[in-house]
């Protein structure tokens, strides 16, 4: 017996004490003989599993088997895209070209093929139909159209992210008596254009590849173009001398520095962001991507173009800037131009004098965005404006991708479902690899994997190790079947959805949202995290004792169920960034030290949003002035009024300290920020902070109107600290009778000085706010024997009749117990409440306007909270 991490359940496997399963024909099935099917043939091989493969295809390649169209080649350098598992296959093997052409990429393959005597095990010119789980015996019975039927322990489909093609969806496509030709199915003995009109419909890679060279035979072409594509030249020519350098002089680390790349092979990365360069800066870093004529270049010129629609914009400007200086007609440029999406939100191209192309007299653009294809005819194709009659269409459509090859096998798993049933509404994956429901059904590169976003060939490698690997380790400790568990699935789903919800890409409709293949589902399907963050959680699954996993067989069945990523993506690399700074931690400094670091890392901050006016004042405090920042929204007035206290423990910062979140909230709440000031730790001790907050909302309310308010709507707020005394005021202002208070916000609120909430010691260390740092702000406000005054933790006051509540939570937050107990605690006293729960975050990232992302959907979601709240009729807010 093995125990695992998490909510382990241990039992026997029923057949372990039996005369054993049945032994299934193979150990191991897998679909397609491509880059994937070959390296798992022979990892399986060496790792004595007995292997066969199976593709439709004659011969070894998988995707360059098929797409054999003129100017086929990869697009990431050749150096890169290969296997590098074995270095004497990697010595052996040179390339001729930055970018291999088909027939150079398959002859490698081929001789992959013999170099490792894998055809022995590949049926060719065979299709798997069907795979049917059978779960008494725990194995997969796999049928062909050949009328074969196979037993095997595991299945694998390796069966291609880009391999079924997508049927065109345009009406009469069946009635062309002309040659038809696919991209993705060209034939063997090639193509001769020569004296022929030839149609090309499609404009993504494989259109922008072959459009220039079927314009070099055909006598007429005219390219049917729905959506202009971003491309650069790929500037092709010998493979890179600085890449097969570094290959020369440390092969190892080369392929190791691939790994550890978001991409899967080593490029620059920068910090450069677009939004806030110096113009030469960017005009440089711009031109430079233009010349390297790599994809990596294009969609990392800055670091923020793939977030910040600004920053984007200045790289599809300098692409379009470069088609008008190419293509001599005005009108066919502005055609070829993309203006409907940011750059890289659909996968960008490289290209070999294609918008060149549109400057030869025989070629045309017809852009169907103006007249669309009415049919497809008997001679040609006809668009609403125009006939063109050709002698020959090429259908350059597109795939079903990354679903459609997994799909297209009737795939049965446990009590009958079906992975197409199982995936009505998307894909649902653990990492990419497996399916609760599919036991010992792995996909090489599936859904929820970086895959397509990745260098295809470092990703493909680390799947086959991975499945292998994990194959290996079962039989080691007796098992024969593992399955990801529900919770593990869903976690993983939600973890690649909100890592593409902070980017430009899921607001496209691309194939990576599924969006070419009419009624498939919308939801991004590869993993934009990284394959160096990919590897990271694959590493930490296996190190955990597979992670989310159910495993099963003689030696009984272990279930380690847990989610391997909670955190948001960008608060991860937040915390890493701070990390990295290797500052000092503030409870060290001193409070005047600590207030300088503090200033000086607000400093730093992006602004926030614009609103409509800014003013600074002071209002009279219980002993002096105290100094407030108003922001007003853009929108014409009167607005809700918001009296907010800011974060920093009750020691560091002042009323312009939250000034981000402050425009944030002014805008999203439409309400008029007022953030006062008081006075600060250790100097003033409890209860002074208390009593100069008191002081400011009191005044706030009396001069709602004069600053830009409703009277009557004011409500108290703050962060943090800042939240505590907004809590504390609310109870003041309750019993004292007035001011009345249209809604409180408390956003991470400190409730409870008792610091002994389980989130303390779960959330106690390297998230920014510390248990040690909360301690020491605590330590320095107020003395022992007065935290259990309600004044300093409102938990423990009364709670009864308190305005209605939003309370904002962070998940890994020290202080986050306290601001559920604080919800919880109103909401059974009546009061109305709406506890915004902070999935994935830290304490400080959600206040970080523009720098975590995925905090403007938690800011978001508490103003709408607010206002709904806020708008409840007076006689269930004061119940
Ligand atoms: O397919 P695509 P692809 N009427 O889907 C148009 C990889 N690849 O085969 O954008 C009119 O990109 C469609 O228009 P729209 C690479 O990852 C790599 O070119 O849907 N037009 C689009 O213009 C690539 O991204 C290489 O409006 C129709 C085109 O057809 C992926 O494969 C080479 C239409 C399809 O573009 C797919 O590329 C080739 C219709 N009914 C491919 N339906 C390398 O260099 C579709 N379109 C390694």
Redesign the pocket.
Known sequence: MQAGTGGTTVARHPGSDGPGLDAPDLDVVVVGAGFSGLYLLHRLRRLGFSARAYDTAGDVGG?WYW?RYPG?????PTTDYAFSFDPELEAEWTWTEK?ATQPEILSYLRHVADRFDLRRDIVFDTAVTAARWDDGRHLWEVSTDAGDAVTCRWYVMASG??SV??P???PGVDRFRGDVYF??RWPHEGVDFTGRRVAV?????????SIPLIARQAEQVTV????P?FSIPARNGPPPPERLAALAEDREAYRAEARRSRGGMPYEVTEVMGATADEDVRRERLEGAWQRGELFGLTGVFADQNVNRASNALVADMVRDKIRGIVDDPAVAEALCPTTYPVGT??P??DTDYYATFNLPHVRLVD?RRQP?TSITETGIDTADESFPVDAIV?????D?MTGALVGVDITGRDGLTLRDHWSAGPSTYLGLMSEGFPNLFMITGPGSPS?LANMAVAIEQHVEFVTDALADLRAAGYDTIEPTPRAEAGWNQHVADCAAITLLPGT???YMG??VPGKPRVFLPYIGGVDRYIDACEEVVGRGYLGFTRSGRAGTTCNDGVVRRMQYDVMLLLEAMDALALPPLETLGAPDARGLWAAMSAMAPPGPDVGDIADGTLPGPTGPLAYRRYRPATPGPHPVLCYFHGGGWMLGDQTADDPLCRDLSVRTDSVVVSVDYRHAPEARFPAAVDDARAALDWVADHAEELGGIPGRVTVGGYSAGANLAAVVAQQARDAGGPHLAAQLLLCPVTDGTTEHPSYVENGEGKMLTAGLMRWFWDSYCDPSDRRDPRASPLLGRLEGLPPTVVVTAEFDPLRDEGVAYAEGLAATGVPVRHVVGRGQAHTSIPMVDVVISGARVRQEAAEALRALADTPMDVATR
Do not use: H
Request: hydrophobic content about 35%; some cysteine.
């Open positions: 995707t797409n086929a080649r990869c697009d990431i970018y992210c880009l093609p997508k065109p969806d345009i991209t993705g419909v499609g404009t993504g890679s494989s259109g922008i590849q049917f173009q729905r959506t594509n659909k996968r191209c490289l169907l294809i259908y350059a459509t597109g795939f991708a397509v409709d691309s194939w969006a070419n």
